[in-house]
């Protein structure tokens, strides 16, 4: 459909306005989605394995370790709008790491990422990407991707300013219990 002699903005593509806009004027990356989902797979499981090689080599600490790859992989998908015009591939990646994270978690690998068997959070990170994605995808891919680097980035800034706080308020001579008890409720 024309309009003032430009097509209009709706019908090119079959896409969403908002999404078409986002595809032309940010995307950087040839749209072979086929090979953009084998590059971001080997990517992100090259991240996992490097992070538990990191891990055993150098002894650090398993809690850092998984930071880094969590700060990783919502910069990864904060991008995924650019690489994915389709939903199938990114509900594909998230189904990949729902399977492959429960799997490494009940038989305790990857420490690098896996605390211990019953902490399940790996793991619903990609369940929430998964929602996000068959809500959102067709219509605001760039709500998905931006819900994901914010619930990351919140994540490790809750945990980094918990640990210390109630740390703290649990050594002797600290005040008043109820106090305690209060300012680690609101931290945690």
């Not at 002894?59 to 930071?67: A, F, G, I, S, W």
């Not at 706080?165 to 005040?175: E, T, V």
Request: hydrophobic share 50%; with cysteine; charged share 15%.
């Amino acid at each position: 459909m024309e309009k003032d002699g430009f097509p209009s903005i709706s019908n090119i593509d079959g896409l969403h306005p908002n999404l078409y806009f986002q595809l032309t004027v940010l995307s950087f990356f040839p749209m072979n989605q086929s090979m953009n989902f084998v590059l971001v797979l080997a990517g992100l499981t090259g991240l996992v394995v490097a992070a538990d090689q990191i891990k055993n080599r150098y002894h650090v600490d398993p809690k850092k370790t998984r930071e880094f790859v969590h700060a990783a992989v919502a910069v990864v998908v904060f991008f995924a709008p650019l690489l994915f015009t389709s939903e199938l591939y990114p509900a594909l990646l998230a189904g990949i790491f729902i399977l492959v994270n429960f799997v490494s978690v009940r038989l305790g690998m990857f420490k690098g990422m896996n605390l211990d068997k019953r902490n399940l959070e790996t793991v619903y990170y990609p369940i929430s990407f998964l929602v996000l994605v068959l809500l959102l995808w067709n219509t605001h891919p760039f709500i998905v991707s931006t819900a994901m680097l914010v619930m990351v980035f919140l994540e490790l800034y809750r945990r980094s300013a918990r640990s210390p706080g109630c740390s703290r308020l649990r050594r002797p001579g600290c005040p008043d219990p109820s106090v305690r008890r209060r300012l680690c409720r609101i931290s945690n």
